[in-house]
């Protein structure tokens, strides 16, 4: 038996999350003796690849085609199942993200297996096999066995660190059967501003509140997250009233990040922005409300007027 571990790329980038991924499957494979083979599919960059040896893949498989670089789930779906057989795996891991969870709750249907996603710990064995899961957007745990044979476990980003001391493995190109119909839904083009980091990806997030009074002020927001290289956010106030794109929404019916650092200035810290950002390793709060309910949830806390602030935490960032 051994495990596979499906990876995703963005622009030929294999993520973090799904580093994360290989980490995992590399730290249960010392529990369990598994063999840790890697999947990616579409154009990935040559650099990028030596990552995943580090991380601790065994074999990595390559499907090359260049349809493949868009999320086309069901393509995705029919691949992993058939690499799923060849290497005779009984675990797929895979990151959870729009598109992990997509294509893992196909392949539960076709591999006949039972699916946990969100996990943030490696399973106990003695146990049967139960994974610890993150619920209600990180404010509970629950255990949760898996009895069935094929077992998909999708990884809750920020759960493993990121291992870099494993050997270099080479690279094997895969052809595999991919029939016309698994391609019935294409995207055909992706509009994305250049330059951007991706929010739900992002390792640091710069995120502004309705206490910026508007969208004309949004320029030291910028400049602190350019030169901490970090993606921008807002609360839903903010985009509601147009001041920033939807897609920069944080929160509960936003976009869920987790991030190594998210900094949040004038934000009040309600409960349903707070539910977006509670997977963030490092919170820190700028408001001026000493009050703020965000402090509650801050690692690291500045009381003060944020126009005064950030220029300052910009300039001294950029001087280091
Ligand atoms: P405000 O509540 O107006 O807070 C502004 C903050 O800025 C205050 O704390 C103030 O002290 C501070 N401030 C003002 N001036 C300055 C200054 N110069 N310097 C420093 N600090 C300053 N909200 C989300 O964000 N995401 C969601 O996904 C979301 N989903 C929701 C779903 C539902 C069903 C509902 C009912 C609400 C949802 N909300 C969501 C809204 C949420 O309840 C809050 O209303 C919202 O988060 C408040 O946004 P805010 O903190 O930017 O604004």
Redesign the pocket.
Known sequence: MSILVYIEQDQGKIKSSSLEAVSYAAALSEKSGDKVNVLGCGTIEDADWNQLGKAGADAIYHVADERLNSGVIQAHAHIIAQVFAKVDASILVLAKSALGDAVASRLAIKLNAGLVSNVVGLPDMNAGFVVKRSIFTGKAFVETAIPAENKILAIKKNTQPIKTDGEEVSVESLTVDLPESVFAARITEVEKASGEVLLPEADIVVSG?????GPENWGMIEGLAEVLQAARGC????SDLGWRPHHE??????VKVAPSLYIA?????????L??VNGSRNIVV????PE?P?FKAADYGIV????DIVPKLTEAIKAL
Do not use: E, W, Y
């Open positions: 509140g309705r206490g910026l009074n609360s839903k106030p903010v929404h944080v929160g509960q019916t936003g200035i004038a934000i009040s810290g309600a409960i349903q922005h539910a977006g700028i408001n001026k409300d703020a965000f003060g007027d944020a126009f």
